[in-house]
C-alpha cells in the first residue's frame, strides 16, 4: 500500500544506478546461473544462446533506464512520448517471452520440476501441484509453501528430497506401462477362465497355477520373466471376480441372442447340492446365425420351498428382469414329478397360462427308465439275490479287499464288484454284467467266508436267469445312452424307442424257437456249461419281454404321422395341410437343389435355412422341432454341480461358475479388459 502511494505522489527519486541493480537483483537468481534442471526430473530448455540473448535483454534495459533519466519531463515532445511508449511496448514483449529455468536450490523450498510441453514448470513435492512457467522465482516458490503447507516451512533440505523421491515413485506406479499392466490383466481373466471351465477351487491359482507358472518360467527363461509372470493378479477374491464378470458377459450375449431369436424352448428341473440346498437349472434353445443353440440360461437356489409356486416365480422373475418375452416360448420339457407336471397347479400349467404356444414334453430318458422300471417276480429275486451277495462284499472294507487279492491272484479282468444305486439309469445293467463276470471268484471268495444267499451261484437256472438279465438290462442302457445327448428332437426319440418295440418283438419270438443268439451272454453261458433254455425261465423271460413291449408302448404312444412331411418334405403331400402349404411344400419337394440341401444338413437347420422362400410352412416346422426332447442338459449341468459344489466347497455360490463351465459361449476378454482398470499385483 505505502509503494502504491508513493508511485502516486510524484516521480521517483531513484536514480539510474539504482535502478539498474534492482533490475540485476530481481533476475540475478534465475539469470546468474545456466545450470540445467535436474537431469532425473527434466532436462535444460535454454541453450548458450538463449542465456546470451538474456543478458541483451537485461542490458537494453539498463540503457533505456538510463537514457530516460538524462531527459528531462518538461521538454519532451508528443513524438518522443509516442516512441518511448512503442520502445516500451517492445521490451515487455521481450521480457515475457523469457523462460525461466529451474535452481537445484529450489528443493529445499519443496519443488521439482517437469518438462511440460517444452517449458520447465515447478512442481511442489509435497502436494503435487504444478505451477505456471511464470512462477519460477523463489518469493513466489516460498509464497505456496508458507500458504499451502506453512508446518513444512523449516523443514531441512533433506526432507524435500525423500518426499521428492517418493513422489517420483507414485508417478511411475501411475504412468508406467499401460501395456504390461493390460497384459496382466488378460492373463488374469484368462486363468480364471481355465479355473471355472474345469470346476476347480479359485484358491488353485494362487496355491498351484502361479507357483508352477513360476518354477517353469524361472527355470527355461530367467528371473526377469518370473517377475514378470509374479505380476499377474491371482488371489482368490480376484479370481471370483473375474469368474463373475466374464459369467455375466456371456449371460448377457446370451439374452442378446434370445431376443433376436424368432422363438426358443426350455427344460428345467431341480435337486439338492451337498449343502442341502435345492437349485434350479434351467436352458434354452434358441435360433442364432441359421442353427439351434443350446445354453444355460440360469441355476437359481430355492431358498425354502420347492413347490410350483416357487419354481415358477423364480423363472418368471428372471424373464421379466432380464426382457425375455413369453410369447414366443413354443416348448418346455421336464421330468415327470407333481410339482412340474401338476394339472392346474404344476410348472407346466403356469407357464402355458403365460405362453399359450408352450407344448410340454415329458423327458423321453425318464419315460424309458420307468418303463423298465417293471420286472417279473422271479427275476425281481435273481436281481436283489445278486445284490445283496455285492453288499456283502462291498459294505466291509476287509471282504473287499480279499476279494481284490483274490481277483488278483487268479487273473481276473476286474478286482472289484460295483454297488446298484436305484437312481442310476445305467446301474442294473452295468452291476448285473460285472457280478457274472466274477461269478467264479465269488464262489471261491464265498466258500472261506459263508454267506446263506452263496448257495444261488451253484443254481444253473438262477445263473440263467441272470445271464438273461445282464443282456436285456445291457440292451436297454443301449437306448438310455442313445436318447441322451445334445439337438435331440422328437423325431429322433421315436425312431430309437419304436426300433427297441420292434426288437423285442424279435427276441420274444427268438426265444420260442430256442434261439438265444440275440442274447450274447446268456448264449455263450448255455453253450459253455451245454445247457439248453429250460421252459420255466423262458416263459419268464418271455413274460418280461412283452412286458417291456406294452410299457414302452405306454409311454411313447404311436404318432398320427400328421408332422411326418416335416421328416420327408419330399415325400407326398400330406392332406393335413392347408392349401397354401401344400402348394409350398409342392415347391420344397420339385427343387433339386434343396434335396442337396436336405441331405448336408440336419432337420432343423434345412427349415431354419427357409424361412425366406417359405415362411409358413417353416415357421411351423421350427416350432415342431424347437421344444427339448429329453432333459439331459439339466442331467449333466447337476453333474457338473455335484463336482463342483463338495463339502469343502459347500458354501460356494456356483452360477456363475457353473455357466462357464457348461456354456458354449465364450467371453469378451478384450471388451473386459478393456472396460477394467488394469493394476498389478501386490
Known sequence: MDKWLTRKKGPTTETPATTTNKLISEDAFSSDRTGDCSTTMCSSDLDASSASRDVSVVTSQVANIAGASHVESDEVSDAERQSGRKHDSSDCNTTSSKKRKYDDNYISLGFTCINIGGFPQPQCVICAKVLSQNSMKPSLLRRHLETNHPHLKNKPREYFERQLKSLSTSKTCIQVPDLMNKNRLQASYMVSYRVAKNNKPHTIVEDLILPAALDMVGTMLGEKAKKTIQSIPSSNNTVSRRINAMSENVLQQLLLRIRHSECYAIQLDESTDVAGLAHLLVYVRYIHEGTIKEDMLFCKPLEQRTTAADIFQKLDTFMNTHGLVWDRCVGICTDGARAMTGRHGGVVSRVQAVAPDASWVHCSIHREALAAKGIPVRLKHVLDTSVKMVNFVKARPLNSRLFAALCNEMGSEHETLLLHTEVRWLSRGKVLTRFFELRDELK???????????????????????????????????????????????????????????????????????????????????????????????????????????????????????????????????????????????????????????????????????????????????????????????????????????????????????????????????????????????
Request: aromatic share 8%; glycine share 2%; proline share 4%.
Open 444 to 682: 471261491v471268495f464265498f466258500s472261506n467266508h459263508p454267506f446263506e444267499l452263496s448257495e444261488h451261484l451253484h443254481d444253473e437256472e438262477y445263473l440263467t436267469c441272470l445271464a438273461y438279465l445282464c443282456d436285456i438290462f445291457s440292451r436297454l442302457n443301449e437306448l438310455n445312452l442313445g436318447l441322451q445327448g445334445v439337438s435331440a428332437t422328437i423325431f429322433n426319440v421315436q425312431d430309437k424307442v419304436e426300433a427297441m418295440i420292434k426288437k423285442l418283438n424279435l427276441w420274444k419270438n427268438c426265444l420260442d424257437t430256442n434261439n438265444t443268439e440275440v442274447f450274447p451272454v446268456l448264449h455263450d453261458f448255455l453253450c459253455s456249461n451245454d445247457l439248453t433254455l429250460s421252459k420255466s425261465v423262458k416263459r419268464e423271460c418271455n413274460v418280461h419281454l412283452e412286458e417291456l413291449a406294452v410299457q414302452l408302448r405306454r409311454y411313447f404312444p404311436e404318432t398320427d404321422g400328421s408332422n411326418d412331411w416335416i421328416r420327408h418334405p419330399f415325400t407326398a403331400v400330406p392332406t393335413s395341410l392347408s392349401p397354401s402349404d401344400q402348394e409350398s411344400l409342392i415347391e420344397i419337394a420339385t427343387d433339386g437343389s434343396l434335396k442337396v440341401e436336405h441331405a448336408q444338413k440336419n432337420l432343423a437347420d434345412f427349415w431354419i435355412g427357409l424361412r425366406t422362400e417359405q415362411p409358413a410352412l417353416a415357421k411351423r416346422a421350427v416350432k415342431t422341432l424347437m421344444p427339448f426332447a429329453t432333459t439331459y442338459l439339466c442331467e449333466r449341468g447337476f453333474s457338473a454341480l455335484t463336482n463342483m459344489k463338495t463339502k469343502y466347497r459347500a458354501r460356494l455360490c456356483v452360477e456363475n461358475d457353473l455357466r462357464l463351465s457348461l456354456s458354449q459361449i465364450e467371453p469378451n476378454i478384450e471388451e473386459l479388459c478393456a472396460s477394467a482398470q488394469a493394476h498389478p499385483s501386490h
